[in-house]
């Protein structure tokens, strides 16, 4: 497995697998990776001939007030695994790499990028689609690889692939999950013993909420009641949002149908995790 530091050794190792016909995948990361991450990779190994995953903890993604310098940064960890999955390159630029000194070109993505996460983190989604704009432009990948637990994340890409037309197909895995529900996420190393079994209570109520919608109920009034009680019982979480939204727009619905999205985040103390499940 080969490491790379510049975009254009990257974009070197990208033409020369694609002149010789095959075709490139990239995972991008932030590092700090758990089984979500590799189902990328996996799923990334079984549709594209190579893999490139970029490990790059995007400072501009990050408020003043965040987690940024706290961010977990396992990064010869994260090799080894990815290099036992597979990987062909890991691409793990300096920040100077990613954002030439002086540069001031932001890729915004308007109107999506104030909904769900990108209410509550103000320029998120811009550093977001930033990143991942520049990433593809570097990687030239046939297809691009993301995890639905970051559904908001997922929405504003599609619209910035679609509204920039860039070549790449966006690839979405499912929530990968801890045996007792939690979803896997870089940020569960932040909780204590206490705080993890506290943070059941997101799985809980996205299970709570699927039954009644299993069970034909669709308004999402009632959805988010039923959700906001099941939140009552674990006061020591604070519910940042319970939505109920088209997965496209990321605006709200009132009736749960096809490509709804139904999105929870919460604060257990000061770590903010997120959930989810799309109606198909
Ligand atoms: O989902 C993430 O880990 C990050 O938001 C991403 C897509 C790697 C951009 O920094």
Redesign the pocket.
């Known amino acids: 497995m080969r490491v790379i530091r510049t975009i254009a050794e990257l974009r070197a190792w990208s033409r020369e697998v694609r002149i010789a016909g095959k075709s490139v995948g990239l995972v ?3 590092g700090a990776l758990h089984e979500g991450h590799l189902s990328l990779v996996r799923a990334a190994k079984g549709s594209c001939d190579a893999v490139a995953a ?1 490990i ?1 903890v ?1 400072p501009t ?1 990050f408020g003043p007030n965040e987690d940024f310098a706290l961010y977990p940064r396992t990064f010869d960890a994260d090799c080894a695994l990815l290099e036992t999955d597979g990987v062909d390159v890991v691409f793990a630029p300096a920040p100077d790499e990613m954002y030439r000194p002086g540069s001031t070109t932001f890729v915004e993505v308007a109107g999506l990028s104030e909904r769900l996460d990108g209410k509550s983190r103000p320029g998120h989604f811009r ?2 689609a930033t ?2 704009a520049k ?1 593809l432009i570097a990687a030239e990948p046939d297809r691009a690889f ?2 639905q637990k ?1 559904a908001a ?1 997922v929405a504003v ?1 599609r619209r910035m692939v679609a509204d920039l037309a860039l070549p790449v197909e966006l690839v979405v895995s499912p929530i990968v999950r801890e045996t007792d529900g939690l979803a896997m996420s ?1 940020r569960n190393r932040y909780l204590n013993a206490e705080e993890r079994k506290q943070a059941l209570v997101l799985s809980r109520a996205l299970n709570a909420v699927q039954g009644l919608s299993l069970g034909g109920e669709t308004r999402a009034s009632v959805l988010i009641e039923a959700a906001r009680r099941v939140f009552a019982a674990e006061p020591a979480v604070r519910v940042d949002y319970i939505a109920v939204v088209d997965w496209a727009t990321l605006e709200p619905v009132d009736e749960i149908r096809g490509g709804v999205l139904f999105a929870v985040a919460a604060y257990v103390r000061k770590t903010r995790l997120i959930d989810n499940f799309v109606v198909e």
């Open positions: 991008p990361t932030m970029s790059f995007n993604q550093g977001v990143v991942v990433l993301f995890g970051d994340q890409l870089s």
